[in-house]
Structures are given as C-alpha cells and as structure tokens.
C-alpha cells in the first residue's frame, strides 16, 4: 500500500482558502505519486483552532464529506481527510473522516483526548470510540494528536490486530522529539505501520517532521519543516515476519 502524507500549510479561521488548498494538494499528489492512499493533518479546515468555531466549524462535516466523497470516487484513491473543526446539535468536535476508493464513508471519529494547555479540551466535546475499518484488506486505526499520548488508546485498537495506523496532527515545534519518540514507540509496541501527517501551519508554530514508520520503528519516509508531502509503501509482509 502506497501512503502519501500531506504536510499542510493552513490559515487560521480561512475556511474557504483552506479547502481549496487541500483539495489542490490531494490533486497534485495524486498526479505525481500515484499513492493508495493520502492522509491530511488536523483540524486543516480551520487551523488549531481559531476564536470564532461558530463561524468556521463545519456544519455535521457535510462541506468535508460533500468535497472529499466525490474527490476520493474521481481520483480512484482512499483519502484520510486529515481532521476538521465539526459541528453537531450538541456541540463542536475534532472529527476525522476516511473515503475509500468509491467515495464511500470509511470512517468516523472525535478526538478523544483534548490538550488541556491550549483549550482545546474547553471548546471540542470529547469522542467515546475507537476507529477501527480497513482499507483493501488491511486493518486500520486512526487516533488525532494528542491521543498518541494514550497508549491504552491504540493498544486496545491493536490488541484486536491492527496493520496501520493514521495518525493526522497539529503538533507544535517544540515538541517535536517527543511526537517522533511516541510515533516510533507506538509503532513498534504494536508492531503495526504508522503514518503521522503533521500540519505546518506557521499560524500555530508546528513543527511538520511528518513520518510513514515500519513495524521496527524504522522510518521509511520523514519530513521536515514547511509544506511537504512524503510518500513510502508499507509492506505488509514484514509484520507476520515479526510475528513469526
């Protein structure tokens, strides 16, 4: 499986600018690297997260389902919308949507774990469920940022088998050595591939350094800085190898 990870630039509360430049990444990825897959960062509709969600959140994610249904169907590609800034009759949420190839509705999940130093706990209501679907066979999680934190999170999705796991972000600069040590550490924990598309948003000082890591804690594609995309394949064979 082919995995592409959009290393996204976005503008705080600029809805409109910011769709247009997520479906023009998708696009262009998709065109030059040909991947299976593609993964956005987090909350990429509104940036994390500006002071009027009323105005910027996406109404029950139709907006995000409405464009990236039909861009998944006419590109032939899963994508991993990354996360919006979403809002439902109680309340907003960090929802995370994946199409597959069809157009289909994949999966669905609210960030469970708000960080508490920037608000975010305060303004998103928390999700109570785990993400688990597959794509072409292969048994997939998806957790938002901060949840990488948790390791009961993910090894409760794996403790069920798991072969990739999402993990889409907005993760501040710095503290990048810590993303990379718990994007490593889970990975190789549960013995699954990890793809981590970070945002590089210089409206909230993160940091990028994206990374698509193997069942060893190997990273077979990373980032930098800046906007980016990277792209590896993850076989997996090399996880019943491990097993074995």
Known sequence: MKISCIQMD?????????????????????????????????????GFFPADLDACADRDGQRTKAVFSAL??????HIVAG??????????????????RSGRLAAEYD?????????????FRGGSRLCRFTLEG?????????????????????????????????????RTMHLETLARARAIENQMFLALCNSAASDTLCGGHSAIIDPWGEYLARAGEGETVITADADFTVIQSIRE
């Open 111 to 123: 960030k469970t774990h708000g960080f508490t130093p920037s608000g975010e706990r305060g303004a």
């Open 72 to 77: 998944a169907r006419e590109l032939g590609l």
């Open 10 to 46: 976005m503008r705080l509360g600029a809805v409109d600018e910011n769709f247009a430049r997520a479906e023009a990444l998708v696009r262009e990825t998709a065109a030059r690297e040909h991947p299976d897959v593609v993964v956005l960062p987090e909350t990429w509709n509104t």
């Open 138 to 174: 292969k048994r997939c999680g998806l957790i938002i940022c901060y949840d990488i934190r948790f390791p009961e999170l993910t090894r409760t999705m794996a403790l069920e088998g798991l072969d990739l796991l999402f993990v889409p972000a907005q993760w501040p600069a710095k």
């Open 83 to 100: 996360s919006v800034a979403s809002r439902r009759a109680d309340g907003f949420y960090n929802t995370a949507y994946v199409f597959d």
